[in-house]
């Protein structure tokens, strides 16, 4: 009796041990990483942030899409929204989409800053941050770049003002539309 | 008389606000501790990034407005998910947050306890042997008999 009662012990403590390196080795490999260059961009569909509705990535699938992510208490992004939109308006003539993807953000103070910087493309929100995450961003503003088959050209941490992204935006959304 | 009114004034002024609320005003205080930042993973009061000025900027405005800390709780939910709180919800899998705890505390209890018993049951000491009149135990009494008789 005794011998059995320690024998189911040990076998419940080796399961527990056993089940907790599972755990551990799970969500090592199911940490989120920033999808690198080449890699398929995370397919996601998120609200409208000026209205009702969804958008979904796949939807814009044969044209080059420039996938900026920002939020209304970030600094950086106020400077680049309006380089952002002379470039959407300089590119959209050429096929080039432009999504932006506010994120962690109140949509009240989201949509003020859409409306202050008079930004007329896309924009979609992402207030618990559960695609934002998938992308790997771990600061705002980034950028990535992707090309018609969805693939990721460039990804940019950091205002697309700073200048050494500066050429590379531009250069990537070249590659990306080629 | 001037002075008297105008701080009759000020006092007015002032106090519209929280007389116009029809049950106990929440603190922001008490919210800071209830509500993540969404950027930092740690509670409000604990994190002055951007995020968390926000969220705190918001919670004053709508305590101001008279919320309840249960609406105020229930927008933010709308904005940021569920997660923006720090304690999980009463239901669904957020349940095991509440109740793993409670289950491990009686199986430990449980596991310490049967512990406990198994180790003062091995510990009990043997039957002592009946000492006899002498006081001594029947074989020595038989055996120092043995060896008196010898002497007979």
């Given at each position: 009796m005794t011998r059995r009662l320690k024998l189911t012990g040990q076998v419940v403590a080796f399961a527990l041990v056993a089940g907790l390196l599972a755990l551990l080795l799970w969500s090592v490999v199911h940490q989120k990483h920033a999808p690198g260059v080449g890699s398929m961009a995370p397919e996601f569909t998120l609200h409208k942030l000026d209205g009702p509705g969804t958008v979904s990535l796949a939807s814009y699938r044969g044209k080059p899409v420039v996938l900026n992510f920002w939020a209304?208490?970030?600094?950086?992004c106020k400077y680049e929204a309006a380089v952002l939109q002379r470039d959407w308006a300089s590119y959209r003539g050429r096929g080039v989409v432009f999504l932006g993807v506010d994120y962690h953000d109140l949509n009240s103070d989201a949509r003020r800053f859409v409306s202050a910087h008079a930004l007329t493309f896309p924009m979609l929100e992402d207030g618990s941050g559960n695609v934002t995450d998938r992308y790997g961003?771990?600061?705002?503003p980034e950028t990535y770049v992707l090309n018609r088959r969805g693939r990721v050209v460039a990804h940019l941490?950091?205002?697309?003002?700073d200048p050494g992204f500066a050429d590379q935006f531009q250069n990537a959304i070249a590659k990306a539309a080629a | 008389m001037l002075r008297f009114l105008a701080v009759i004034a000020a006092a007015l002024v002032f106090a519209a606000p929280a007389a116009a609320c029809a049950h106990p005003r929440t603190s922001l205080n008490y919210l800071q501790g209830q509500v993540m930042c969404p950027t930092c993973h740690t509670t409000l009061d604990m994190s002055d990034s951007q995020a968390a000025q926000q969220i705190r900027l918001f919670i004053a405005k709508k305590i101001d407005a008279c919320w309840t800390a249960k609406h105020i709780e229930s927008a933010l939910v709308a904005n940021?998910?569920?997660?923006?709180?720090a304690t999980p919800s009463?239901?669904?899998?957020?349940l095991l947050a509440w109740w793993l705890p409670i289950i491990g505390v009686l199986a430990g209890g449980l596991v310490l306890a049967f512990g406990v018993w198994r180790w003062s049951r091995r510990k009990e000491p043997e039957e002592p042997v009946e000492p006899t009149d002498s006081g001594l135990d029947e074989e020595t009494e038989r055996r120092l008999d043995d060896l008196l008789a010898r002497f007979d």
């Open positions: 209304s208490w970030c600094e950086p961003i771990s600061q705002v941490r950091g205002p697309i003002t | 940021y998910g569920q997660q923006i709180l009463h239901k669904g899998f957020d």
